[in-house]
């Protein structure tokens, strides 16, 4: 088998125009690394089957045939993948010059690194906070959900743990998560771990990964040298205005829930045991009336 030295999983689902600029940008890259695309698709119905088809035909594409959610989809492409490292990439997203060869240098360097993430900026040139996360506990939940004191004090070590403010956005340093846009992996781990837990179906699988990367004694890393473009919430099936109405209302709240269900999924499987029962009530009650007001 011809190994590759990294495989990119762009996972597909209604993002025709979006999914043909992302392969594009791949293409413009092309010769910095030694890597294949994996193109798993989740059911579309929007010709992103027969763009892929005509406009990328060395790419190899999965065709799915029905939604199976963020972490079942990109573990469709596991027996396909022969790169050394595994790169997640959202469709909704542009890859920039260097971003590949600097993150693959990063890793054949340091060796203790298990995962990273570069630089995400989002379309309006703004910095992505969500590219460097902290696991959540009851303070940070307290603090970023509820009390939102981090968007008051962004920069404060106290307030600003979910999203690292207080430490500069150009600055390279360890995280406890990665979001799954720019997920970037080493095959062995990943392997090690099981990729994905398919019980996630949309939001909270990238927190769970990492999780068991960290469970491993692997570090993972916030790369900010090199950065790529990231059209944020579309590649999550976000639908707008106009095409709401054509979604049935089942699968419109099975998305809108898919977050909270997964913050409640996490806590219970790995916080619950670290603190009293009165303080795990208190969290539960807070994420049921998050889930009470999205459903409403």
């Known amino acids: 088998m011809n190994r590759k030295i990294l495989s990119v999983v762009v996972l597909s689902f209604n993002l025709n125009s979006m999914l043909k600029d992302c392969l594009s940008s791949l293409r413009t890259v092309k010769n910095e690394v030694d890597f294949e695309v994996i ?18 035909p060395e790419y190899t594409l999965i065709d799915i045939g029905e939604n199976l959610g963020f972490a079942a989809g990109n573990n469709k492409a596991r027996e ?24 693959v240098a990063y890793l054949d360097k340091n060796k203790k690194v298990g995962a990273l993430t570069c630089k995400m900026v989002l379309a309006d040139g703004t910095f992505d906070k969500d590219s460097r996360r902290s696991f959540i506990n009851p303070w940070i939940g307290l603090v970023h959900i509820f009390l939102k ?12 743990r979910y999203w690292y403010g207080y430490i500069p956005v150009d600055q390279v340093h360890e995280v406890d998560v990665i979001e799954g846009a720019f997920f970037l992996a080493r095959k062995k781990i990943l ?9 996630y179906f949309l939001d909270g699988e990238n927190i769970e990964l990492c999780w068991q990367i960290k469970q491993k004694g692997w570090k993972i890393v916030y790369y900010p040298k090199v950065s790529i473009v990231h059209f944020k919430g ?43 029962l009165w303080l795990n009530l208190f969290v539960i009650t807070g994420i049921k009336l998050v889930k009470i007001s999205r459903f409403l």
């Open 39 to 56: 193109i798993p698709d989740n059911g579309s119905t929007d010709g992103s089957l027969e763009m892929v088809r005509k406009e990328f």
């Open 80 to 103: 396909f993948c022969k790169g050394e490292y595994i790169l997640f990439l959202n469709a909704d997203t542009i890859m920039r010059k260097n971003t590949l060869k600097g993150c």
């Open 149 to 160: 004191l981090d968007r008051l004090f962004p920069k404060s070590k106290l307030f600003g």
């Open 191 to 199: 392997d090690g771990v099981g990729w994905f837990d398919e019980s």
């Open 234 to 276: 579309a590649a999550k099936g976000k639908v707008n205005s106009q095409s709401k109405n054509s979604v049935p209302l089942s699968k419109r709240l099975k998305f809108r829930m898919a977050g909270v269900n997964s913050m409640e999924m996490f806590y219970r499987r790995h916080l619950w045991e670290k603190y009293p």
